[in-house]
């Protein structure tokens, strides 16, 4: 189990841009496939993007692709969420989520993480 911390949510301009940060805790942070996901007002919370084990590998949901970017930093025990050319419809709870992942693949579905983090809110304003 790890332990997940999001920072870097705020207010932006459309067309801005935006860094996400997710900090986990524990030593094994680079067997863990990581995703991230988000939840607008009166919405259910959807996939945004992952990113492999190790190696991060990343793929994203068609409304994002193009537009951000997924990294992870193994030394740091940390993923980032690069978010550019923002749009209102961006305007979300942002959440990380993990999982211990022994095949290199990704997830994109919420039942397959595990470890959540508390979620930053991402507000774009026209």
């Known amino acids: 189990q790890v332990q997940l911390v999001e920072s870097g949510g705020g207010l932006v301009q459309a067309g801005g841009s935006l860094r996400l940060s997710c900090a986990a805790s524990g030593r094994t942070f680079s067997s863990y496939a990581m995703g991230w996901f988000r939840q607008a007002p009166g919405k259910e919370r959807e996939f945004v993007g992952t990113i492999t084990r190790s190696v991060g590998s990343t793929y994203y949901a068609d409304s994002v692709k193009g537009r951000f970017t997924i990294s992870r930093d193994n030394a740091k025990n940390t993923v980032y969420l690069q978010m550019n050319s923002l749009k209102p419809e961006d305007t979300a709870v942002y959440y990380c989520?993990?999982?211990?992942?022994?095949?290199?693949?990704?997830?994109?579905?919420?039942?397959?993480?595990?470890?959540w983090g508390q979620g930053t809110q991402v507000t774009v304003s026209p």
């Open positions: 989520a993990g999982r211990l992942d022994y095949y290199g693949r990704y997830y994109s579905a919420e039942k397959e993480y595990d470890n």
